[in-house]
């Protein structure tokens, strides 16, 4: 529980969107109102997406007004949104600082056309530090942690935009967006707390994935936290040596840290993990890569998402060409490794994460050195 209470006495709240259902309840307490107003209030800024208190029609004029004197409530705008061939829609956000973060709406359709899979693309931070050789965000070095409600209402106002096209709520969340959500951890898992509350989104643990270079301090501390979501890794390479020369946080936290923290992961959770493989030609594309590959996914139960890079400008690494995807799985399945490939969407777009924000100016801050 956050001691807002301390800033209550000489200040107000800053953003009601940084308080769970809980601190609601202990702010509307402290307000002298009624403790069913905080789950409306939740209701309000994390199920319908209200960006101000005149929204919350069955709050009564007065307690909107007591309400808006003790927090503010911060709007998280669109300031753009392109919408790709395919129905993948991108949206650019603007927060309250000006500062711009991404999120993408990733639709899958049944043979009928009708919406099967509806999956929302998240961002963690503005920028990221990590730096990674083939991504628009790394180069934008890191500005800032997003708290979790400006994490939250990414998700809660494209969950709107779903229903209102879809006639359906979202399936499922990725926390694959600007930034290393492990890096902003408890501000993650405050949100995937908000997310998967009935009273908001409500979806099911298992229907989040929160993707990381490898964070192995914050890799343990889900599993000895007993966290049910799913865990990617972002992988990208099957050395020490290729992945050095693309990831700079392998320098100090390698394969080995890696694998001895996914083995803690899984002794604990029984969850299978994900690894995450970017399919660069002529890089990590090869017969050897796919069988150093395969001894990874034999850590612990796991699976292998080879994905079809989003040339980024600028990026000498490439996207691998389709001869050498179908030569690289074969070479993975044949080793025993469990894959599956994933199409890259919204190809007629700015779809590779940090791509829109750059384009827009988002500033620039502090980075790992990027090879
Ligand atoms: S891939 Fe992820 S961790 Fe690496 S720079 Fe991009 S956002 Fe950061």
């Known amino acids: ?67 808006a004197e003790a927090a503010e409530l911060r709007p998280l705008v669109v300031a753009d949104r392109q919408v790709s061939k395919d129905g993948t829609s991108k949206y650019l956000f603007r927060l309250h600082d000006g500062n711009r973060v991404e999120a993408v709406l990733i639709p899958e359709f049944f043979d009928d056309g ?41 998700v809660v106002r494209i969950n709107l935009d779903a229903e209102a096209a879809y006639g359906k709520r979202i399936t499922n969340i990725v926390y694959m967006g600007m930034g290393e959500p492990l890096h902003n951890y408890q501000q993650v898992m405050r949100s995937i707390d908000i997310l998967t509350h009935p009273k908001s989104i409500g979806l099911s643990p298992k229907r989040v994935t929160v993707s990381s270079v490898g964070l192995a301090k914050q890799i343990r501390q889900l599993a000895d936290e007993g966290r049910t979501f799913r865990l990617a890794i972002s992988l990208h390479a099957p050395s020490d040596v290729k992945r050095n020369r693309i990831m700079p946080i392998n320098t100090s936290l390698d394969l080995g840290a890696l694998k001895d923290a996914v083995r803690h992961y899984f002794a604990k959770t029984k969850l299978d993990v994900t690894y995450e493989y970017l399919l660069f030609q002529e890089f990590n594309d090869s017969a050897e890569d796919a069988k150093q590959l395969a001894a990874i996914t034999k850590w612990v139960p796991s699976k292998v998402n080879v994905i079809m890079y989003n040339n980024v400008a600028g990026v000498e690494l490439k996207r691998a060409g389709e001869d050498r995807l179908n ?5 993975l399945t044949r080793a025993g490794a469990r894959a599956t490939v994933r199409r890259s969407r919204g190809d007629d777009i700015d779809a590779g994460c940090g791509q829109l924000a750059i384009r827009e100016g988002q500033p620039r801050g502090k980075s790992l050195s990027a090879s």
């Open 1 to 67: 529980m956050v001691g807002y209470a301390h800033q209550l006495e000489t200040t107000r709240v800053t953003d009601l969107k940084t308080l769970n259902l809980q601190e609601l309840e202990v702010l509307c307490r402290d307000l002298g109102i009624e403790k069913f107003r905080a789950v409306q209030l939740f209701e309000w800024m994390y199920r319908r997406g209200a960006d101000s208190y005149d929204a919350m029609t069955n709050i009564s004029k007065d307690l909107r007004a007591r309400l």
């Open 114 to 154: 009708v919406a099967d899979r509806l999956t929302v693309c998240v961002s963690s931070q503005v920028g990221c530090m990590f730096g990674c050789a083939f991504c628009a965000t790394g180069r934008m070095g890191f500005i800032r942690n997003l708290s979790a409600g400006e994490i939250a209402e990414q």
């Open 327 to 331: 030569a690289f799985l074969r070479e």
